[in-house]
């Protein structure tokens, strides 16, 4: 039999929560199958007396207890026999509930990826984000069972200092944070998360320019005039030019939406590329109609002639129209006619301003857009048209 050397013991403490060191220890002749449980038990109480140096005590009924600190309190940890007790406090120092934001992380992104709703570009962004502000971190490294607000304040303060990062990203690095404390607490490793007890006034944030530049009038028809009638995404891009739709309800939308001088948005094309029979948001206001112009009649018919066939306005070899492919186009065409190129979102809050600075008043704009609250269509003016233009009206 083979003496467990000071590699085995590393390796030990290297896989010290799976089952992969007992096939190891076995497999390689360190130990016999038959006494791989005594042999880790022997490692396990070793790293446990190497941290523990409170006293063990033997009751009257045979059963051994000791003392620990959980949270502030001293609490007892008992066994029915030293086996027990020991295996306790190994889980105690060392087992699941020490897990720590690193611990979890790649547990969190495989149940995002395989168990959750969100799209593999939210999951792709989330890893780029721990990748940027957490990953080697020491906040990441603590188990989470013993952090308290004071010491993600004082990381906080840290990562903003001088106003390093902007509130957006911030945000971004604060979100992915709750959703593995949330993990933690669904799988009972804590109980309480301390984000919520924070206030995020007190952080200084790197300023932002929210001023979206949208297409101005002349633009708009300099693009409309431009692009020709004989593709789908070129007649998508001009329809989206008399609408004000997001661009995954543009991509929804049916024939049997259209009814007589209005079109019904009632679904949407989600991040995946999938129909989805609901609003974005799930809001009943989501679900809207949008008047239609003489002009976007006559592009309706141009891609009826081009998509006679399909019950969908945009199915293309029998998938929706591609957002990427759809930013190409206008981006081509904007390089191409000379002026600043903006994404398919821009085109939202193009058609909204300039719906606005001809006279449409902020309550029909609210409507038209599927905004909950007119604070809300208020802002998002804010955003394209100066103040004072937008409170007048």
Known sequence: MKKLNDFDT????????????FHHLACYGIIELSEVSEKIYIMKKKKVEAVHKKKIYTRKDGRIFTKVIENGKEKQV????ETELYTKLYDFYFGESNSSLEDLYPQWM???ENESNVSKKTVKENGYVW?????????????????KPKDYIKY?????????????????????MNGIIYYAIESEIIEHNYLRDINYRQFQYKSENNNIIPFNEIERLKIINYLPNDDLYSLAIKLDFHLILRIGELKGLRWDDIKGDFIYIQRFVNDKNEIVDDIKGHKEEGKRYIPLTNTAKAILKRIKLLNP????LFILNGKPLATCTFNRR????????GIEYRSSHKVRFSTASIMYKNGVGTPELQKMLGHTTLTMTTHYLRSVTPEDDTLQK
Do not use: H, Q
């Open 309 to 312: 066939n399909s019950e969908y």
């Open 330 to 337: 206008i981006k081509k065409c904007c390089s191409e006619i």
């Open 78 to 81: 008992i066994g029915k026999d």
């Open 110 to 112: 495989e149940w995002r």
């Open 156 to 176: 906080f303060r840290e990562v903003t200092k001088g106003g390093a990062i902007t509130r957006k990203r911030f945000n971004d690095m604060k979100s992915v």
């Open 10 to 21: 590393a390796l030990f403490n290297s896989y010290a929560n799976t089952d992969n060191l």
């Open 131 to 147: 990748n940027t502000f957490l990953k080697e971190n020491a906040i990441t490294k603590v188990p989470l069972k013993l952090l």
